[in-house]
């Protein structure tokens, strides 16, 4: 499958099937947003789950928040995002296209001129006013990243949390940059949601700490369903680091046009800390009973994208194969992402049948994420399961009636078992735990 084929039939499928439709699109649309239909938003919101539950739920030392996305000037002055958060403007004076200069290698990807202006500095954040009052004094960013919502919090936290370095702050939520040039469907977009963690260490384990968290983040992925033959870990070079950051690697997946960023593990040292504390003159510092010493403590930041994420699950879990003779498009996802984990489906829209239906459903529905279904051949909807990723689908039909058993059907195999109603849910959490992710193909 060529690189262009498989992008297509991705984006095709998302809006086919509810997982992404064009914002705004009865008004022709507006650039760089997406709205999530209801398959969308059930496997985004497990995405986000599920590093939830990593992160912060299974976890001891790392505690959650969330903070405003309306934020002071003053923060972002403190982090150097006022000064710092650029990317290079260049206009082509042909036709008169704006491009990020880093990104075209010189030529117009519109028109092919080489005639650009010269690159100049693009600041990314959004500004907005609060107040009736459009005037400096009303000045307010949309964020641009989670992050600086934990550092101004650092002192609220470890005051009511009772932690202690190493220990992290986690949020997740939606950031806002304005891109010069957003593409590649979901994969850079102007309104985005992130999961971001900041690991709160002493200045002397700041090393070890960023080592672990970009190995375990790199797990993460594969844990998930992403082949490890379609991630990577790159180092940043010199010439590319933040201006907080001392170490940076990116964990990148193999999307149809190449390697790009799913996460970024930063070691941010104390810059935040003690940037927001010359600022604002409170005293973001850990005072260490122990050695009756206070210091400052370095920042490791694993920070991610939600909805890159999510993209990178569909891309890496769809395939093509033949079942009696035809093709079929199937989303080999890991059963804790998939947007639905059970369909159940009566197999005809006969009353008695469907009102069992109903009752398997009603016992599922506590333990798995489910659909049900009651439209077409039992085939058609099948094959729409497999298209949607719905790892396990539960057939009543006939013979339920008469002794209580279903057809548990498996959406990577296709094999099916018979097992009573008072079995089934065992049965497919069995399943959903001797679950492999798939090779690439």
Known sequence: MGENDLMEKIVSLAKRRGFVYPSAEIYGGFRSTYDYGPLGTSMLRNVKNAWWDEMVTRRRDVVGIDAAILSSPKIWEASGHLANFTDPLVDCRNCKERWRADHIEGVCPKCGSTDLTEARAFNLMFKTFVGPLEDDAAVAYLRPETAQGMFVNFSNVLGTSRKKPPFGIAQMGKSFRNEITPGNFVFRTREFEQMEMEFFVPPDEADKWFVYWYEKRFAWYVENGIPESMLRIRPHEQDELSHYSTGTVDIEFLFPWGWGELEGIANRTDYDLKAHAAHSGARLEYFDQASNTSYVPYVIEPAAGATRTMMAFLIAAYTEDEVDG???????????????????????????????????????????????????????????????????????????LEDGTVTVRDRDTTSQVRVSIEEVASTIAATFAAWKPPVAQ
């Not at 109903?358 to 506590?366: E, Q, Y």
């Not at 497999?386 to 339920?400: H, K, L």
């Open 326 to 400: 035809e093709t079929r498009s199937v989303l080999r996802l890991h059963p804790r992402i998939a947007p639905n984990q059970v369909a159940v489906l009566p197999l005809m829209r006969k009353e008695a049948l469907v009102a069992k239906a109903a009752d398997v459903f009603d016992l599922l529905s506590g333990d798995f994420i489910c659909d049900y279904d009651e439209t077409q051949s039992i085939g058609r909807r099948y094959r729409r399961q497999d298209e949607v990723g719905t790892p396990a689908c539960v057939t009543v039909d006939y013979q339920t």
